[in-house]
Nanobody, 121 residues
């Protein structure tokens, strides 16, 4: 089970931190990712982290977002800085049963319900 938290309303230029608590499996054995979906748009990959800690980011968030994980706490995080209105979306964390993964949602088997992030300009 994956449960996201930390969403809410943020002013443009502000920061937010999302968390994803995982339960029911060994967190460190799964590649993890953050995805987002805005109204009327397709779901897109935001960031991913492999089991060895290698990270990938979508071009739109590079340099602003940072994905990290705490294996001891089974928690995945997404630090979002310099938020823009176009970052407004429902954010989901996901887990893939692979050591390496990327930003393609088809790789991911387990999904959280999501947390809404709204950036106002």
């Amino acid at each position: 089970q994956l449960v996201e938290s930390g969403g809410g309303s943020v002013e443009a230029g502000g920061n937010a931190r999302l968390s994803c608590a995982a339960s029911g499996y060994t967190f460190s054995r799964y590649c993890m990712g953050w995805f987002r979906q805005a109204p009327g748009k397709e779901r897109e990959g935001v960031a991913s982290i492999d089991t060895d800690g290698m990270t990938k980011y979508a071009e739109a968030v590079k340099g602003r977002f940072t994905i990290s994980q705490d294996s001891a706490k089974n928690t995945l995080s997404l630090q979002m800085n310099a938020l823009k209105s176009e970052d407004t979306a429902m954010y989901h964390c996901a887990a893939a049963e692979f050591k390496m993964c990327g930003l393609r949602d088809l790789q991911y088997k387990y999904w959280g319900q999501g947390t809404q992030v709204t950036v106002s300009s």
